[in-house]
């Protein structure tokens, strides 16, 4: 089964060859320079430099801007309500005549989520691989801007012109297909960005990452590398993908009498149809369960990029018509996702699947850091089930280790290296490889969001700063949440919200009705009757105090109530609500 | 420096067989058990079982309750507010007369910080070993309970009457000193409950786990093992104490020009007592920073359960006085929380220390699942300031692998086999080392909390359920929040929340003031004034539509602003924040 998208793949890139991609994009540059430029080329990351996630590059030269990616981050826990995270684009803004096109890695999350969200900021053509276009368009109807944006499939080994700037596109290996390295060609010199990768010499579908044009670029003089850095603590080689293929065909091997569930990463596209095939190898028929697993099978399937036999897939009514053995469910889920289909399995809130004694349950993957708690909640609930699940050998990362890193940076030699994507920890334990490699310390860069790193062949410099934060969507609202709101959400959260309304009387300030106390998340009412009598007394006392000092500003009469209150919870409870004050006038 | 407690360890023991303890307790009661006794003992955990913490198990016979330990949790992210939780232990109180003792195996909070919560409800007597019960006694005295509880330290190797049972405590390996396994005579037979142990062959402090006491109670007959199930998902043996010794020096004798930050837990009492004999054996000073670290060094070094020299501790205002390379910190924080020491010196909050390039920081622990994110936030400070952090090989865990678990239960040779203190897969997996040994399954039983499981030599059966749940302590309030408040609480936090207030006439209904519209946690107002000026319109026109409907009744009134504000927001912005609606009357 392996390599069965190959005779495409090599037919795709012939055409190519027959086009120009073997004209040697950048040759007329590169006789210039031969010896030093002093031609400038800017480098200026607007996201994912502190944590994985919202990367997003810009490569300047001159009047051209080339945008590398336009992804999107997931919030903290600290982050109550927030959906999404995008970058601030203000930069892309400010200089919107200078950007000619957003040239996109590949199809994760983080690398295309902000799309919908920056586009209509700025109105730029979109630059991908099919796959990684396939799903971009999925995302930009659903916004509405499929016809607002002008989009082009690049082919790997192909070239698109940008203004100043000429990118090419790499094939790469990751854990999706038709991710991609990038060549940006600029008049200062070749900046390669490495994309996510890592080095799979046996990938079970497609070719292996393209050493042999990275060795020619390297040969040729790169200026500098951008590199993925999540592995770089990781000693070694990430393994092949062909390492789950075998545990997967054990595992279908072995329980020829279990139903078997596979959870894994919707957009690991090349998992799921390996799963697809292992079925298909052991007469099982496959339900496709979760809402994003169905979307992007469709997609893939749609464009070609994926390969599914006809009458594999069966609707999820029509199971009981087959025997345990002849099942295989595909499913989200496997991040312990509270919402999704494994999730629902695993607290008896599945519509349609019951998990049973003997359901064979495999989680493909590994928990993201800070999901490990939920992961564990599902495989609590599966085995109390009676079901077994399967989490050894079931998974390999998608992206470089160490070893990885130091063959890259050996055939690309380029004068300065910039590891990205990853916290700084990652990113300076990239630096360390760079360094053992020969590169000196002072051509490494380890920069931030916002910098502008400004290189030539004869120097390098941090030349500025630009703007670049996150901005929180919460629900359809873009950027109208920010750290104070979200420091009120985390201390109602804490202790919740205590309301006293009053109503005084126009020109005296009497009272005429209240105070009235209500809560929100505080306590039970009905466990804590005294209590909310003490309050109401204490807002009382609080009213009188202010008329006996005749206090009239509402602001400080709401102070005064609010002040009473606080300490007085503080001392019986040690809590410290939201004590919000309301006065009405009539 | 190994074993420089041992001749007094080996001393106490000594005295102790002067005394009574080899006696062979229970002597008396093992002739009648060589034929089957129908005599039946009831094990009824009331917590401990579904996550790692709040360990609790009754052990009762006829007329007789004894308490295994009195832990509590900590709350997961889904708790907002809780600080601790606690145990219903309103089984103990129904039967309050027949409760003769807590009986606690070792002093981590999972296991006694729950203490002074119960011992108000249920004053027994508490029997420990004398770290143990140093750390008990500065809980009660925090929390004014130290006069009114009965305590007896007990000497490993001795026996303590509890009305129709006795406890025999065991020496046992942890992550701190003086943890005990326990041997429970009760005349239906000797239930074995292992606390937390591992075994280390090779510990640096005191003695190794008293294999042979278990191998002599295995070949008289034990009726049933409660066994430490934490690791039991690993294969082979967990790592000795001395393995994390060596780190150590290798450590300290690389980095002679650095300051040394170790951050462990404060209460592995082995582990800091370690560090300060490297500290000495290389001649630098130690400081010890954060509250709960300077606490557990305090209480056992006063009651001779850590040995520090003279003149090693210095204040961290002396600090100035010394060079970098005769420094070492002991610290709090290695689980990055966020109030703890190390993570202020992360931050640049730490009064006193500042982080420095050549710093060299070793994290001692392991994150616990869910503290990932903390921890690598921490780590992610601390090298951006150019400190170097090292975390491999500086921790071994202090739970038991499977070949350790193997080993105590073919010393012990239980009829039952009750896998505790671990989630249930963990527990599963104990199920499983168990069915390989022989035990037949069974006669292995994965109970829940509040289950009543009756054990005889010749019958095992959950024979009922009692009351058991979590109770959550936030603040000084114990009980009084609970799943509503909690969801409330939720509510808060992922969306904020809106009020809106008004006064109406009495009698007539006519609107007087408002409809005021407060936010709290919601969006920034300064820029969503055209949002707040719409929901005031929605707000007026409910209330318009319930006057032209002639709606008088206050809570339809209410209904109907919160059911058209909702709708609107979630049309406008798909947010649903708690809207409250607040009428008054004059």
Known sequence: MRRNQNQKDQKDSKDLNDQKSLKEPGDRKEKKEKQPSAEKVRIIPLGGLDKIGMNITAIEYNNTIVVVDCGMSFPDDDMPGIDKIIPDVSYLVENKEKVKGFVITHGHEDHIGALPYILPQV????????????????????????????????????????????????????????????????????????GDFKVDYTPLFGDSIDLQRMAILG?????????????????????????????FDTLFAEHTKSRIIVATFASNVDRVQQIINTAQKYGRKVIVQGRSMVNIIDIATKIGCMKIPDGTLINVDEMKRYPDEQLVFITTGSQGEAMAALSR??????????????????????????????????????????????????????????????????????????????????????????????????????????????????????????????????????????????????????????????????????????????????????????????????????????????????????????????????????????????????
Not at 482 to 510: S, W
């Open 345 to 586: 399995m695993a607290d008896s809130t599945h519509k349609k699947v019951i998990i049973k004694p003997g359901d064979a349950i495999i989680l493909s993957s590994t928990p993201i850091p800070g999901n490990e708690k939920a992961v564990s909640h599902v495989i609590n609930e599966l085995v109390k089930k009676g079901a077994k699940v399967i989490y050894q050998d079931t998974h390999v990362s998608g992206h470089a280790c160490q070893q990885e890193l130091q063959l890259i940076y050996t055939l690309l030699k380029p004068k300065y290296a910039i590891p990205v994507h990853g916290e700084y920890r990652h990113r300076l334990a990239a630096a360390g490889v760079v360094t053992d490699l020969g590169i000196p310390k002072e051509n490494t860069f380890l920069i931030q969001a916002g910098d502008v790193l400004e290189l030539s062949e004869s120097s390098a410099r941090i030349a500025g700063k630009v703007t670049a934060r996150e901005v929180f969507v919460d629900g359809l609202g873009v950027g109208d949440v920010g750290n104070i709101v979200l420091r009120d959400r985390q201390n109602l959260a804490e202790n919740g919200i205590i309301l006293v309304t009053l109503t005084l009387e126009k020109g005296t300030g009497h009272l005429l009705a209240g105070p009235e106390i209500i809560t929100r998340g505080f306590v039970y009412i009905r466990e804590s009757a005294d209590l909310m009598e003490e309050l109401h007394q204490v807002a009382l006392k609080a009213l009188e105090n202010c008329e006996k000092r005749r206090i009239r500003e509402w602001s400080r009469i709401k102070s005064e109530i609010k002040d009473s209150m606080d300490s007085y919870l503080w001392k019986k409870i040690q809590r410290s609500p939201v004590i919000l004050p309301v006065i009405m006038e009539v």
């Open 123 to 194: 109105n730029v053509p979109v630059y991908a691989t099919k796959l990684t276009m396939g799903l971009i368009e999925h995302k930009l109807k659903e916004a509405g801007l499929l016809k607002k944006t002008k989009r082009k499939i690049v082919k790997q080994g192909s070239t698109v012109n940008l203004g100043e700037i000429r990118v090419e596109f790499i094939k790469t290996n990751h854990s999706i297909a038709g991710a991609s390295s990038l060549a940006i060609y600029t008049p200062a010199g070749i900046v390669f960005h490495t």
């Open 219 to 247: 040969k040729k003089g790169v200026l500098a590398v951008l590199s993925d850095s999540t592995n770089a603590l990781r000693p070694g080689f990430t393994p092949s993908e062909t390492k789950v293929a075998k545990t």
